[in-house]
């Protein structure tokens, strides 16, 4: 019987992972400002309507952007030259009801759900790396990988009842939002669940097509 709820589990994970995968990242712009090599980018679908329930029940979502910069090699492998990773959190506040987004650039209270979703899915003028470290006559592309995590957790029993309906509101006291917790609980039939349910960690990756640098400017390799 365990073997076959495992079984079921996976098909339907496998199932829900697929559903999902039409979410993309696009990169919108690669730049040189100021001798700087900028990125745009922006993300669909990255705050869905299950992630929106959980911030207004009380969860906090993390959000994750590694944007790498890479050299075209011929070959199997590329070479990594540069990344930047930008992170925010995303919470609801009870008191203000309003949605708080924290940045390393800001804290910015909303109470649009439209600008939540806007302000995590348009990344723009993203700092890579000064054009001075990047060769001439060199391909190179952009890749960002969106990681959202939309909460950690320490009681499965309380989210269970929770996503079941038998719970309001979730104890908040009983959260713990490290990277320990979260890896020690998100794992098993309990990382499964989530995913099923539209809770789990979702990723979305992108590529920016070929480009080199000539006099300071941007040449898209067709």
Not at 121 to 128: A, E, F, L, T
Not at 171 to 177: A, P, S, T, V
Not at 199 to 208: C, L, P, Q
Not at 212 to 219: G, P, R, S, T, V
């Given at each position: 019987?365990k073997k076959?709820?495992?079984?079921?589990?996976?098909?339907?994970?496998?199932?829900?992972?697929?559903?999902?995968?039409?979410?993309r990242?696009?990169?919108?712009?690669?730049?040189?400002?100021?001798?700087?090599?900028?990125?745009?980018?922006?993300?669909?679908?990255i705050?869905d309507?299950?992630?929106?329930?959980?911030?207004?029940?009380g969860?906090?979502?993390?959000?994750?952007y590694?944007?790498q910069?890479?050299?075209?090699r011929s070959?199997?492998?590329?070479?990594?030259i540069?990344?930047?990773?930008?992170?925010m959190k995303?919470?609801?506040d009870?008191?203000?009801?309003?949605?708080?987004i924290?940045?390393a650039?800001?804290?910015?209270?909303?109470?649009s759900?439209?600008?939540?979703?806007?302000?995590?899915?348009?990344?723009?003028?993203?700092?890579?790396?000064?054009?001075?470290?990047?060769?001439?006559?060199?391909?190179?592309?952009?890749?960002?990988?969106?990681?959202l995590?939309p909460?950690?957790?320490?009681?499965?029993q309380?989210?269970?009842?929770?996503?079941?309906?038998?719970?309001k509101?979730l104890?908040?006291?009983?959260?713990?939002?490290t990277?320990?917790?979260?890896?020690r609980?998100?794992g098993?039939?309990?990382?499964?669940?989530?995913?099923?349910?539209g809770?789990?960690?979702?990723?979305?990756?992108?590529?920016?097509s070929?480009f080199?640098?000539?006099?300071?400017?941007?040449?898209w390799?067709?």
């Open positions: 019987m076959f709820v495992l079984t079921l589990l996976g098909l339907l994970l496998v199932i829900h992972q697929l559903h999902g995968a039409t979410r990242v696009l990169v919108d712009s690669v730049k040189i400002k100021s001798e700087v090599l900028l990125v745009d980018f922006t993300i669909d679908g705050i309507q299950k992630t929106a329930e959980g911030l207004q029940k969860l906090t979502s993390t959000i994750e590694q944007v910069l890479w050299e075209k070959g199997w492998f590329n070479s990594l540069a990344e930047q990773d930008v992170r995303v919470l609801f009870n008191w203000e009801k309003k949605y708080v924290l940045s650039e800001e804290s910015r209270l909303t109470s759900l439209e600008t939540v979703r806007e302000k995590c899915s348009q990344m723009q003028n993203i700092d890579i790396v000064p054009i001075s470290k990047l060769k001439k006559n060199k391909k190179y592309f952009i890749t960002v990988k969106a990681i995590r909460f950690s957790v320490e009681n499965y309380e989210i269970k009842n929770w996503l079941s309906g038998q719970a509101n104890d908040l006291e009983k959260l713990d939002d990277e320990k917790q979260e890896k609980f998100k098993g039939l309990l990382k499964m669940f989530l995913a099923l349910t809770f789990g960690d979702r990723v979305i990756t992108g590529k920016s070929d080199k640098i000539e006099q300071n400017n941007i040449i390799i067709k």
